[in-house]
Structure formats: C-alpha cells, structure tokens
C-alpha cells in the first residue's frame, strides 16, 4: 500500500464485524487490527443494531456473516442498507450463486466465502474502503459530472441526482455498473463485459445472474416509473445499451 493510500485509510477505519462463531470472530478481528484498521465486534444483529444506535460514530465497514443466531445475515444486510450506504462485505461458508445473489439483492457490495486467504480478505476490505471514500489514484479532471436524461453524476462525490435533484442512493456495486455504462453509452454492453466490472465487487464469483440483479436493481432507481422511457435496453442475447447521449462537465 503506498503512501497515498496510506493517507485515504487514515484515520484508522473503523470496521464492524458481526460474526456469532468466536474463532471466526477473532480470526477476523486479528487480520484487521493486523492492516491497521480498529475493530468492533458484534455476535449476532441484536448486538449490531445496539452498536449502531449507541450514538458513537458510525462503522466504515460492516463485515456480515450469513448464517447468524436470529435474524439472518441476509436480512440484517436488507435493513442495513435501507438507511444506510456503509460498504458491506458478507461472509458466507457456502460458496453457491444463490447466497451471492441473494446478498446482492440486499445490497451487499462483495462477497467471501469461508475458508478464505488472509491477504485476499483484507485486499477485499482495502478496496471496498478505497471505492467509498475515492480512490486517491484517480487523475485529476476538470470534468466531474456526467449527465444524461436529465439526471447527473457527480464523480467526485459518487452522487446520482434525479431531474428533480433529489440524491439518489447507490450501492457501490451499482456506481461501478452506472459507470461502466456512462463511459460507453449508445453502445452493447456484453454480460461478460459487465461481469469484469462486477469482479471488482465479487472477485471470481461474478456471474451473468448476478449482473442481471443489478442491472435491474439500478434500473428500479433511474427508471422509477413504467412509463418513463427505458434508459437501459436489454439486447436479447447480447447484453445491454445505455439508450440516452451522456455529456461531461
């Protein structure tokens, strides 16, 4: 990690790990506290929703194991992302498509399946803090919005604001996918193009199925009604075409 991005972590990010299995727990806690980061744990959603309310300052990161005491990690995640936009990366020990889609659903933004390698799981944290904070590599531009239908996207704030200029929250997997298109509008975009955008978020566990859930997940937010104009088109065995012209500045 160089020096820039020494600076993007500090202060120490604070990162909440709700994992009810204690060697699990302080596993992770070890690895962590290893790279730098503080650790808050919690043993199952009970003892996070305390945490959160406490009126202390909020996690940079949750790490979510799925299989909790009471309500799931999967349900814990769903609530989680409906108030807040905190990175959430899941901890599974089954590895099948269906857990991942199923987090994605709920607003996860990576994924990693038990037993993992130490450097990949804190690899997996640095870059999901790095995305939510802004990556201090990025060059330098004049040009920070894009707009398209209206809409616009600020790319130093990653904020999407509606023609009405309400924020518009994005999960990061979203962002990622919103600007992919962006960047090549009018054109098709393969799945497995938007599979190797979608790797960023999920490593080798990216699938067609999982990039269908958030191309509609992102359509549910820019499309908000069935009468406005499609603003992604889904080409039957291709992929997809971000329909509007897109200006930057």
Known sequence: MDRR??????????ILVVEDDGQMRHLVGRLLREAGFRVTPARDGREMWELLDDGAAPPDLVVL???LPGPSGL??????????????????ARGDETDRVLGLEMG??????????????????????RRSMGDPAEPARSERRLHFAGWMLDLRGRELFSPAGAAVDLSGAEYDLLLAFLQQPQRVLSRER??????????TESSERAVDVQVSRLRRKIEPNE???????TVR???????????RG
């Open 5 to 14: 991005e020494e600076r993007l972590l500090d202060p120490d990010a604070n």
């Open 227 to 233: 009468s406005s104009p499609a603003i992604i088109k």
């Open 194 to 203: 938007l599979m190797e955008v979608a790797k960023r978020r999920m490593g």
């Open 75 to 92: 349900d814990l995640c769903r609530r989680l992302r409906a108030r807040s936009q905190v990175p959430i990366l899941m901890l599974t």
């Open 108 to 129: 996860a933004d990576d994924y990693v399946a038990k037993p993992f390698g130490p450097r990949e799981f804190v690899a997996r944290v640095r870059a999901l803090l």
């Open 237 to 247: 065995g291709s992929g997809y075409l971000f329909v509007p012209s897109v200006a």
């Open 65 to 67: 194991d799925v299989m």
